[in-house]
């Protein structure tokens, strides 16, 4: 079992819906979880990270983790086609440990 | 956005030439990676860094090598290059709570 799994997707949701992306993880022991973007050909930018069990919101975008399942989400509310691209699940331990990332398409 | 320059921004080689790419930070931050990503493949470690003089092997290791002489500067050197190796290579730094920052990546081609 790999250490962080996402779907590889590619997800497609229309414009205005939300889209969930989600992303499992073996190692109980991690707190820490972040979320990534990659718009294709540059590189990944960090868009939220989420320490506590719940919801952390950050305008359109909300994470929600679930340490007793080991999963940890992405929602994004009132999808925009700028919102099309590469989103990665990292999970910090002795070294940063990526998901290989949900492609996301907004489809007008 | 994080000061991290990384050098070459291209780069094309012939096999069996070394090659290195330079990724120089403004942040004083401890950690630093070389990543290397592929269709289908993701982000790949290939070493890291936890301070000067103190480097480890990731995922994908073979036919790399690091260096790390001064906090600001992490290198990565290809011995002799294969066109297994032709790839983006992404440097990334962090701080101790895991958040982490990347360069605006190299593409290597090796033909």
């Known amino acids: 079992q790999k250490e962080v799994e996402q779907n590889s997707g590619p997800l497609s949701v229309p414009e205005g819906a939300i889209a969930s992306l989600n992303c499992t993880y073996s190692?109980?022991?991690?707190?820490?979880f972040f979320w990534y973007r990659q718009y294709s050909g540059k590189s990944p930018e960090l868009i939220m990270f989420?320490?506590?069990?719940g919801d952390k919101e950050d305008g359109r975008f909300t994470a929600q983790l679930n340490k007793a399942s080991q999963y940890v989400s992405l929602l994004i509310r009132d999808s925009q086609p700028s919102d099309s691209a590469t989103y990665l699940c990292a999970v910090p331990a002795s070294k940063i440990i990526f998901g290989s990332g949900t492609r996301l398409s907004i489809r007008p | 956005d994080a000061g991290i320059t990384q050098s070459p921004r291209h780069k094309v080689t012939e096999t069996g030439t070394p090659v290195t790419l330079r990724c120089h930070q403004t942040e004083n931050h401890r950690y630093m990676y070389w990543y290397r990503q592929d269709p289908g493949h993701g982000l790949r470690l290939i070493h890291y860094?936890?301070?000067?003089?103190?480097?480890d092997k990731g995922e994908v290791s073979d036919g790399y090598s690091v260096s790390r002489s001064k906090t600001e500067d992490f290198l990565l050197t290809l011995e002799s290059a294969t066109s297994s190796q032709t790839s983006v290579y992404f440097c990334?730094?962090?701080?101790?709570?895991?958040?982490?920052?990347f360069g605006p990546g190299t593409r290597l081609t090796v033909t």
């Open positions: 190692d109980r022991g991690s707190q820490s």
């Open positions: 989420i320490y506590s069990n």
């Open positions: 990334a730094i962090s701080e101790d709570s895991g958040t982490t920052w």
């Open positions: 860094s936890y301070g000067v003089k103190d480097t």
